[in-house]
């Protein structure tokens, strides 16, 4: 077993200039200096780097990280101002709706400090986060049963030369034969996975979000009488039906693909067929 580098004088020495700029990059978030020069030994391997390489280390992501590790509250201010706009555009790819994008964002700006010791330092802070995003991302929907899992082996695989594309799917149809399933999806049996999965997937809603749903679904009322019955403009129903009606999804896709063992896209055949 490889036993600490014990950072010398001389080396603690040259790192109080990367020590000043890392707090004045995070103002307000204090860390001992002996902590900044441990860890910057650590992950640099030896305690006699050339100044070319140093230069080359992201410090001030380093201090970061030490400040977040000891839990200190302005590094989480710091780190949720500069990461979570990023966070939330990469969950996006992945995720099935919006709400569960923002899920992701708040739960690993919260939790950051528990995952931060991870990042080694080889890269920046950035780009280890864009790494783990996708993962973290997935792992909202690891909770459900084993065949939800299986169905999640189909996202979508960036091209890293490409980037991000916004349109990407977080399923790949590839291989589902769409048409053929929906042509032979047996209706009856859609209906019973409904009956029994639609009635647990409102549980997950707010009061507001399945009020919504029973105006339109049940009583069949349209966004211009809900407007009217709640006393606020018609787009005000439409963007909270919105996301009623993607909550709703996620959960039935949740219970149908483990109660019934069906795949993602046979559940939304099964949506369009009982339109």
């Known amino acids: 077993m490889t036993s600490p580098i014990q950072p010398t004088h001389s080396f603690s020495s040259r790192l109080r200039e990367y020590y000043v700029h890392g707090q004045e990059r995070w103002p307000g978030a204090l860390i001992e200096y002996t902590a900044f020069v441990k860890r910057v030994a650590e992950v640099l391997g030896t305690d006699k780097p050339s100044e070319a390489t140093l230069s080359r280390y992201p410090t001030d992501d380093l201090y970061l990280a030490v400040a977040l590790e000891q839990d200190l509250p ?6 949720y101002r500069e990461y979570h706009p990023f966070i939330l555009a990469i969950s996006r790819k992945y995720a099935l709706n919006t709400e569960d994008a923002e899920d992701v964002a708040q739960n690993l700006c919260a939790t950051i400090s528990k995952r931060i010791a991870r990042y080694q330092g080889r890269g920046s802070l950035r780009g280890w986060i864009a790494r783990i995003v996708p993962n973290v991302t997935r792992d909202l929907y690891r909770s459900g049963a084993e065949a939800w899992e299986r169905s999640l082996d189909g996202l979508t695989q960036i091209d890293p030369d490409e980037g991000t594309r916004s349109d990407a799917p977080i399923l790949s149809d590839a291989g589902a034969g769409a048409n053929s399933v929906r042509a032979h999806m047996d209706r009856s049996k859609c209906a019973e996975m409904f009956e029994k999965t639609i009635e647990s997937a409102m549980t997950h809603l707010t009061d507001e979000q399945a009020e919504l749903i029973r105006y339109k679904y049940i009583q069949g009322l349209t966004g211009r009488e809900i407007a009217r019955i709640r006393d606020v403009g018609e787009y005000v129903i439409s963007k ?3 996301k009623a009606l993607a ?4 959960r ?3 219970a149908a693909t483990s109660l019934f063992a069906f ?3 046979e559940v939304r055949d099964c949506l369009d067929m009982l339109e």
Not at 74 to 79: L, M, Q, T, Y
Not at 247 to 250: C, E, N, S, T, Y
């Open 74 to 79: 302005r590094a989480h201010e710091h780190f």
């Open 240 to 242: 909270h039906m919105k």
């Open 252 to 254: 039935i896709l949740m």
């Open 247 to 250: 909550r709703l999804q996620k």
């Open 263 to 265: 795949s993602s896209q």
